[in-house]
Structure formats: C-alpha cells, structure tokens
C-alpha cells in the first residue's frame, strides 16, 4: 500500500516464582506485563470524523490508532502429590492469557480509510506490453471520494484477553495403570468483536418470526435512495457501504471435562479418553474485519454481542490408541499401533438464503423453523409447479426427519447447533525394523505400512463421514404486502427430477470417507 502501512511497536516481560509449600504441594506463580503501542500511520479521513448518524452515536476517525495501554496477566498453578509418592495428584492452575489479534483486522482500517488511494487502470489495447511493472500504475493521491466502505477502532479497544483455568487429578491404579480426570473453563475478557456502524439504529420492524429487519443498509448519503430520499451522494455526504467497527466484548466462555484411563508398560501402551465440550462465543473466525461481521449467522441485531456455539464446537468426542512392540526376531523390533477415534464430523447452522433482516448480508439469517403452516408463508420459485399443500408436506416432512430441526419448531436455528452423526474411524500402523551392520555402524531400514480409515477398508460402509444435505433449505423471496412477513421459496434437492429434501444429511464421497494406504521405507544412520 503506497499510502499506509500501520506500525506498531509491543513489548512483554514474564516473572515467575516457584515456591515449595511443603513436601508434597509446589506453587508456582507469575505476571505477564504486556505493552503495546501503534505509530500514527492511520489516514484520516475529515469527513467521516464529521458523520454523526453511525449506529448507536459511534463516533468514527480513520486516522486514530487504538490507545492501547499494559495489559496485566497474573497466573498461579499447583501440584499437590496427596500421599507423597506420586500415586494421586491433584494439580490446577487459573490465570489471564493475552495475545495479539490478527493483524489484518487492524490493517483492514489502514486500507479502508475512505481516502482514494489508487484509482483504476483498464487495459483498453492501446497499452503495449512493458516489462516495467510501474510503467502504466496509476498515479496515488489522497483524495476524498463520493462512495466507499470504512474500517475503524475503538479507541479504547485492547487486545484479546482471556481467563483460564483447569483442575485435574491423575491416580497411579499399579501394574502401569493410571486414572485422569481433568476439567477446564475458559472466559473471554477481551474478545474481538465487529459491529458495521453504517447500519440505522432507528426504523427496524419487527417481523412476524420476531426477528428485526432494518429499513436500508446504511445511514449515508444522508437523504439518500436508500431513505426513500433523492439526494445525491458527495464527497461531504458520501455513499458509505460498510463500516465495520471493532471493539471488544467478553462474550464467551468455553468447558471442557475429560477422563483418560492409561497403561504404560514396557512393549505395550494403551490410552482411551472421552472429553465432553461445550464453547460458546460471540464473534466467528475470518480473514478480514468484514468477514468477520457478516458471517456470523443470528436471529438477532447482527451488531449485537449474542452468543452461540464456536465454530470449533465439539460435544462429545472418545479417542483411544494402542501400540504393541515385540522383537518377534532378535534385534528386529515389530510394532503394530492402532488410533480409534469417535467424534461428528462438524457443527454447522440452519440459515437461509438471501437478506431477510436487511442489513445487506444474504447468508447469515438464522432459519426460523414453523412449528405448522400457519407460521411460514411460502410461494412457487420458477418454474416450480407444487401446491402449497405439497410444499408445505414436504418442509414438514423434512424438519420432522431431522432431529435438530424437529427440537427447534416454533424457534429459530441456533448457530453451529446442527452437530452431524458420530463417525467411528480406526487407523492402523505396522512398523518393522530391520537391522544390520556394515563395518562397525548399524543402520537399520524401516518399513511402515499405514492404512488409514481402516474401518472403511473393513467395510465401505464403515468410517464415513456425514455432510448436511442443505444447510440453506429455504430461500428467502420478499417481504409480503403486509411488510413483516417473510415470504421464502423451498427449492427441490434435484429440480430436473422434481425430487424434494427428505433428509438433513448424507454420506460425505469426499476423501475422509474413504480408506487410504501408504508405504513407506526409512533409512536410519545409527
């Protein structure tokens, strides 16, 4: 970017302490001091700073780098060996963790300032082939703009912050046998969290699902189409698509609670543990501060900090290993191990296609799932020729077979609360070493042979994984006359065949659904 490019300069220092309670119980303690400081290197934009109708009185300057200050983490943790010989221990620890965001969402301000940075060139054959790559850029200036899109900072916003704590106990049971059980709670502090401030505060209906839609995408040009108005946008009074605001929330938590039984010995090792998870959060993962506001499914205020399940939401999930070695030839040691794993594919949401709630976006609606066919209104897409009896039989036969659809009727989906079938995988590995010698150095050739998804090679019908048939099963059309009721089409599954969704998943064809072998051979220098 000729004219940005934000600096910032960040500096920590970390003390700890160990300390020896007694003979059986240690605690180790310590602070994290974090400082950070971003360089002036923002391009101000005059005429936003001017703009007073952002969402909720925001105040918006381009130019103003977050004031960020030290950020302070104290931290403890313990381990407490309860008879003394290590056979129960009890440990934990809690503390605040911070870290840095990504930097794009900062730099996202830097270049989406308003300011006119590059202009365009269009290639329109007149232009001969130079290999001097600056030969045809357009000249930059800093020029103000009559339509663009903006990113701004909180002022007081500071980097992400969490809570963490964790407590566990691990039982030495004899003959290599031990017993874990561990829990742990996460807390967001200072989560990142992303509002677009173009979008009205004032004049949202209220649709008949309970949902708020708004009147138009943004405020500017004051008087503009967008109001119903026919005032031209300018450079003081600009056409102002997005601007996506970041600030900081502490929305969000995370559990999890795991038990691991384990036995070591000297050829054989087996591990088995179930955790059970749940992680809530109010912002989604994204590579730009754009992304990160408009791909987040709600049925609520799309700039509201409402919680739903992480995109990383795991419920239950068992994973379990088992490796035997055995020198069945002296000297040549064999090793067979398997891993079992037992989890859903993924979590994913129910929305629909297209904008009901009007703020611009057409995939971050939530669905909202009738309970009857008093509590939907539905209409033929092209070329569809069903009675609304029919399409009506065929959405409720399609919510009915779907167990998470059928617990929501009369509600709205919840993101990333569509948890897939369970998958039962199994991989397996041989190994087999084979030693010689040559003069006084041993070497030793290793060959591996891996079969992944070993269930599937068993069974093709073993170790696949499921995928949602659709996640968007209807598609939002209008609002009717009335002004608040949505009005949706339900497309078919296959339209040239007429057939319909019946299911809400399906076996997944790509390549974790099926068994993969691999051979290998290693050339070892002892």
């Known amino acids: 970017f000729p004219l940005v490019g934000p600096k910032d300069f960040e500096a920590g220092i970390y003390l700890q302490d160990k300390y020896r309670a007694t003979d059986k119980l240690t605690i180790t303690?310590?602070?994290?001091?974090?400082?950070?400081?971003?360089?002036?290197?923002?391009?101000?934009?005059?005429?936003?700073?001017?703009?007073?109708?952002?969402?909720?009185?925001?105040?918006?300057?381009t130019g103003a780098a977050p004031n960020l200050a030290v950020q302070i983490s104290p931290r403890i943790g313990f381990n407490y060996d309860a008879y003394g010989d290590q056979t129960l221990q009890i440990r934990g620890g809690a503390g605040l963790?911070?870290?840095?965001?990504?930097?794009?969402?900062?730099?996202?301000?830097?270049?989406?300032?308003?300011?006119?940075l590059f202009g365009s060139f269009t290639n329109n054959n007149t232009n001969t082939f130079s290999p001097d790559v600056n030969a045809y850029r357009p000249t930059a200036t800093a020029g103000l703009s009559s339509s663009y899109s903006i990113n701004v900072t909180d002022p007081n916003y500071k980097f992400p912050q969490v809570f963490k704590s964790t407590l566990a106990a691990d039982k030495k049971?004899?003959?290599?046998?031990?017993?874990?059980?561990?829990?742990?709670?996460?807390?967001?502090?200072?989560?990142?969290?992303?509002?677009?401030?173009?979008?009205?505060?004032?004049?949202?209906?209220?649709?008949?699902?309970?949902?708020?839609?708004?009147?138009?995408?943004?405020?500017?040009p004051l008087g503009g189409k967008q109001m119903g108005g026919t005032v031209a946008a300018t450079a003081n009074n600009p056409t102002i698509g997005n601007a996506i605001y970041m600030t900081n929330s502490s929305a969000g938590y995370a559990w999890t609670g795991t038990l691991q039984v384990q036995k070591i010995t000297r050829n054989f090792i087996f591990t088995a543990a179930y955790t059970r998870q749940e992680a809530k959060d109010a912002s989604v993962s994204g590579s730009t501060a754009a992304t990160m506001w408009g791909s987040k499914v709600t049925s609520d205020n799309p700039n509201d900090f409402v919680l739903g399940y992480s995109n990383n939401y795991m419920p239950h999930r068992v994973i379990a290993s088992v490796v035997y070695k055995h020198e069945f030839i002296k000297g040549h040691l064999t090793s067979v191990g398997m891993v079992y794993e037992m989890s859903p594919n993924y979590a994913t949401s129910y929305y629909v296609n297209g904008d009901v709630n009007g703020d611009g976006q057409t995939s971050n609606d939530l669905m909202f799932v009738p309970k009857d066919a008093s509590q939907i209104k539905l209409i033929n897409a092209s070329g569809d020729t069903r009675t609304q009896t029919e399409l009506w039989n065929q959405l409720d036969a399609f919510i009915a077979n779907s167990p998470y659809l059928f617990s929501r009727r009369g509600q709205f989906a919840e993101r990333n609360a569509f948890v897939l079938p369970r998958t039962h995988r199994?991989?397996?590995?041989?190994?087999?070493?084979?030693?010689f010698t040559i003069g006084k150095d041993k070497h030793t050739l290793r060959f591996t042979a891996d079969i992944y998804n070993f269930t599937n090679f068993l069974n093709k019908d073993w170790g696949v994984l499921y995928v949602p048939t659709t996640t968007t099963p209807l598609v939002f059309s209008k609002i009717d006359t009335d002004g608040k009721t949505p009005v949706y089409t339900f497309p078919y599954q296959d339209a040239v065949n007429k057939v319909p969704y019946t299911r809400s998943y399906k076996p997944s064809s790509g390549l974790g659904s099926r068994y993969q072998v691999q051979i290998g051979v290693r050339y070892l220098f002892n």
């Open 29 to 61: 303690y310590g602070v994290r001091l974090d400082y950070s400081k971003f360089y002036n290197t923002f391009l101000y934009n005059p005429v936003v700073d001017t703009l007073t109708r952002f969402y909720q009185g925001i105040h918006a300057n």
């Open 97 to 116: 963790f911070q870290g840095a965001p990504p930097f794009v969402w900062i730099s996202n301000q830097a270049s989406n300032s308003g300011m006119a």
């Open 173 to 220: 049971l004899g003959n290599g046998w031990t017993i874990t059980a561990e829990g742990t709670y996460t807390k967001q502090f200072n989560a990142s969290v992303f509002q677009n401030i173009a979008l009205p505060n004032t004049g949202l209906v209220k649709l008949t699902d309970g949902r708020w839609r708004f009147p138009y995408t943004s405020t500017y």
């Open 426 to 435: 199994l991989d397996l590995n041989f190994t087999q070493d084979v030693k």
